[in-house]
Each structure stands twice: as structure tokens, then as C-alpha cells.
């Protein structure tokens, strides 16, 4: 029996979803947002994947990352991919979406946001933090001397105390740097209770499903769960309740998941946006675009919105650079 080859190229946003937002020839416009530049069009395979992404250190091929890649496709990608496509019809149509519809929807965008590399990147720094926290009150501690010559002892060598300072104080000064494996982030999203607990959140979100029939549509990115927090929040930060989730499901649908006041009445509510409100699709992309390094497009309008919006704003940057300086040089004269 011959062994199923692995699946290097592992994609964090799935293909049948990235599809959704693909032109005729079946790819995808694509804007560089850090970079501000447009690239060369691409089909869904060759975006939002990168080598042996589930794996414990990226790159490096393993058990687990087969694993974990085969788990997604079977158990995750391949039945909503057969469920989405009739609930988004039922979205755009203006018909009953239950709450099986809307838990369906919960558990697709969960999974986005818990595999995609934002999510691995928080989690990462997260344990990086906690590590020189805990390496600087160790180093801090007055037992320490002891500790370190003992190491030393044991390996054959002595520390002179100069050299005893020095490691201390890079400790303590966190003058070093950490690399985390993958392995942290793969046990937080597949983690049983937060596939569920998570999507139990998403879905007890009140949700305003926005429906474009102007004359711009939604993007999508590399990171498809945008999350916005409120400007206000206390000590402990915002709950998960309390921020906005927005994610476009196609270039004619996004879903904004919001905080679920107990007078807004309805939990999951349309908003038809005709030609006119093409402000209103402007701010989400403009939001989706804020915490994504790539953005993908149906359609090259949208991609070369964004490419004018950026062009403008840097002149106007430079506009007012240039008048600081002016004024900062009538002053120096005065």
C-alpha cells in the first residue's frame, strides 16, 4: 500500500472560500497593503497557504502537520463547502436563515480566526512575554549567583563575575530574543472547547449581514476575521463579546458581528446597501484592510480604489509635512 504523499503547500485560508472572490478566469486581484502596490492576479491554490504551515516549526515536514492539514480538509473545509454555498444564497436572497444557518456560518468563521497566522503571531509574542517575565524575575533573584555558578560547575567551566553580570543583565534587560515553535498555537486551535466555545461566542454575536447592490464590493484577505476593538474598555480589556468581528463571505456579503445589546431586538438583521452607499462598503474594506498584508478582489475596481485611497493619503501626509516644516521655519525666523 503505497503512503499518501504530504501536502507541503498548506493553505490557513481555505480555497473554497478564497473562490468566492475569484474573477472569470478564476483569480483573485490582489493589493500588497503594506507595500501599497498591486500585484499579478492569482487563482485561490497559490494564495494564503505557506510550507508545512501546521507543522511545528514551519517548513519542516512532521507528522502533525499532515495531521492536522487532512483533519481540516475532511472533517472542517469539505461539509461547509457543500452547506455555505446554499445559506449564501439564502443571505442574498432575502430568505430565512435559521439559527442552524447562522451556527454553520459561527463554526466556518471561528476556524478562519483561530488558524490564520494573526492568530499564531498574538499567541507566539504572548508566550515570548511570558518567558523574559518569568527569565527576569529568576535573574533578579538574589539565588541566582549560586544557580549559574552550579550550571557552570556541572559543564566544566567556572564564570568569572564579570561574566556572571553580563548574562544577568541581558536576562533582565531582555537583551535576547526567543524563537517559539508552532506548537503552542496548534494546541490552542485545536483545542476542543475553543472549536466550539469560540464559535458559541461568534454565533451569540447580534449580526448585521450587509448586502452590496451598489457600485463597490467587499474584499477579502489573507486575514478574513477582522477584529475591531471599542474605543472604550476597561482594566481587563474588552471581552470577545464586546468587539466587532467583520467578515466578508463574498463580494456581495459581509457579515459584522457585534456586541449583543439586549434592546437591539433582532439577532441576525440585513442591510441592502443601493447605489449611493458606497461609503458604507468603503469603511469595512477600509477596516478588513487595516489588519491584513494582502487583499483580494473579484473585480480590479476595488484594487485600484485602494491603490488611489493610498496614493492620496500619502500626499496628503507629504502636504502636511511640508507645511510643518514651513512653519516651524517662520518661527525660527520670528
Known sequence: ??????????????????????????????????????????????I??????????????????QEVEDFFSAQIEDPLSKELPDIIKRLGNNEQITDNDKYTLAMFMNNMWLRNPTMRKQINDMEKKMLKWTNK?????????????????EMGQALSEKEREDLKNIMINEEYDLKISNQSHLRFMLYAEHMQGFANLF??????????????????????????????????GATFLERTHIFPLTPTIAIEA??????????????????????????????????????????PEE????????????????????????LAQVFKEE
Not at 524575575?137 to 560547575?153: F, G, N, V, W
Request: a positive charge; charged letters at 30%; proline letters at 4%.
Open 1 to 46: 500500500m503505497s503512503k499518501k504523499p504530504l501536502t507541503k503547500k498548506q493553505h490557513f485560508v481555505p480555497q473554497f472560500y478564497l473562490r468566492n472572490f475569484a474573477n472569470s478566469n478564476n483569480e483573485l486581484h490582489i493589493y500588497n497593503a503594506k507595500e501599497r502596490r498591486i500585484m499579478k492576479d492569482r487563482g485561490a491554490s497559490g
Open 48 to 65: 494564503c497557504h505557506d510550507s508545512f504551515f501546521y507543522a511545528a516549526e514551519t517548513g519542516k515536514p512532521d507528522d502533525i502537520s
Open 137 to 153: 524575575m529568576r535573574y533578579s533573584h538574589p539565588s541566582i549567583d549560586k544557580e549559574l555558578d552550579k550550571i557552570a560547575e
Open 203 to 236: 454565533f451569540g454575536q447580534n449580526w448585521i449581514v450587509h448586502i452590496s447592490k451598489c457600485d463597490r464590493q467587499f474584499v477579502t484577505s489573507d486575514n478574513p476575521i477582522t477584529v475591531v476593538m471599542p474605543e472604550k474598555m476597561g482594566f481587563y
Open 258 to 299: 457585534i456586541y449583543p445589546h439586549r434592546d437591539t431586538g433582532k439577532k441576525l438583521k440585513r442591510k441592502t446597501h443601493f447605489k449611493g452607499a458606497e461609503k458604507e462598503i468603503d469603511r469595512i474594506n477600509l477596516q478588513i484592510a487595516g489588519q491584513a498584508e494582502y487583499l483580494y478582489s473579484s473585480r
Open 303 to 326: 484594487i485600484k480604489w485602494f491603490e488611489d485611497y493610498s496614493e492620496n493619503i500619502h500626499r496628503i501626509s507629504e502636504d502636511n509635512m511640508k507645511k510643518l516644516i514651513h
